[in-house]
């Protein structure tokens, strides 16, 4: 299995500004993917994030908001723009495995507090 | 679209006890199934998975069947523990390419409380 983690781990953020939210994966995966935990909710897919071309956002999700950045087979990031409470989530991501099959390993999430 | 629906929680049980929580979906295609663990203040963890239907999956006494005929992937254990205290998110993927991970469409997730 992938060996995937997530710095920071938890932040606090005043409403307004942005955080950027760094994925290492421990060996090289074409996809990646981030997903939005609001509290108490399920897992809801924000992007899949391909290597060398542009992230493909779901319904409901903008690049403005949550720009992506994926510059190599091992690394992603997300960045939560202009935050506000609402914005207050777990942020996963994750990858998926070189083995058969389509399963994905994610990573530990990103506890955001907006204030 | 692709859709997954999990019993409401939390489900409450003492050690020991039989434990089943249902998950049916709706796809359009031949996904692959999941069941993903949240311990309290953790990411998900895959707990077991099916790739075709009438696979079983298993992982640490917990297990599902996926059913193509009732379109179900229920997970069971014959005897939790207190350590089994989770939430319980069922997934299908609903795209595969090969060697890669799929979108995956989660269920609401099942909260299991397990007390001695």
């Known amino acids: 299995s992938a060996v995937i983690s997530q710095k920071p781990s938890r932040d606090i953020c005043q409403r307004g500004t942005s955080l950027t939210i760094q994925c290492q994966v421990d060996?090289?995966?074409?996809?990646m993917f981030w997903y939005r935990q609001q509290p108490g909710q399920s897992l809801t897919l924000i992007a899949t994030a391909n290597q060398g071309s542009e992230a493909t956002y779901e319904s409901g999700f903008v690049i403005d908001k949550f720009p992506i950045s994926r510059p190599n087979l091992t690394f992603s990031t997300l960045t939560v723009s202009n935050m506000s409470p609402e914005d207050s989530s777990i942020y996963l991501c994750s990858s998926g495995t070189h083995d058969r099959g389509d399963t994905q390993y994610f990573g530990p999430g990103t506890r955001l507090t907006v204030l | 679209g692709d859709s997954v629906t999990q019993m409401e929680g939390p489900v409450t049980l003492s050690e020991e006890a039989f434990l089943t929580i249902n998950c049916t979906y709706t796809a359009t295609g031949y996904p692959s199934l999941f069941w993903y663990v949240q311990y309290p203040g953790e990411g998900l963890q895959l707990l077991l998975k099916?790739?075709?239907?009438?696979d079983k999956g298993s992982n640490k006494g917990f297990e599902a069947t996926y059913r193509k005929e009732t379109t179900s992937f229920h997970l069971e254990k014959g005897s939790v523990q207190v350590s089994d205290s989770a939430v319980y998110f069922c997934?299908?993927?609903?795209?595969?390419?090969?060697?890669?991970?799929?979108?995956?469409?989660f269920g609401q997730g099942t909260e299991l409380s397990v007390k001695p």
């Open positions: 060996s090289q995966v074409t996809m």
């Open positions: 099916a790739t075709k239907a009438d």
């Open positions: 997934a299908l993927s609903d795209r595969v390419i090969y060697n890669q991970g799929g979108k995956l469409i």
